[in-house]
């Protein structure tokens, strides 16, 4: 099953002026920033509580993050559930027909294995399944 949710990510077309925006409304500073180069994605987290807010900026025209800002303009891009056997929740949901946009797990931000569910099969939200993953040193 699903856990609790990890983290709440938002699409931002400027990443440094959502950050400075975010750290006013949320009364907290960002703690890391991490890029995606893969993605083309830079993020930047905060933590409230168990849950954490990912500020999605884009750093190409390729970026994920372009094009959907694009689409349907800055806000929330998906939410992000933990499980503890990404493999195991990717062969249950599959298993119930649903659609995923990944065949393999592929590594995230903040040093997850994440893939993600079908929009369309979750009620037009993207949803994230993140697994922790410590890769080798
Ligand atoms: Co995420």
Known sequence: ?????DHVGIAVANLEEAVLRYEQLLGSRCY??????SEQVETAFFRQGETKLELLGATG???????????RGEGLHHIAYEVDDIHAE???????GY????DFPKKGADNKLIVFVHPKDAGGVLMELCQAHNPDP
């Open 1 to 5: 099953m699903l856990k609790h949710l």
């Open 32 to 37: 890391k920033r991490e890029r995606v180069e």
């Open 61 to 71: 025209p390729e970026s994920v993050i372009t094009r959907f800002i694009e689409k």
């Open 90 to 96: 990717m062969l249950r949901l599959t298993g119930e």
């Open 99 to 102: 659609r995923l946009l990944n």
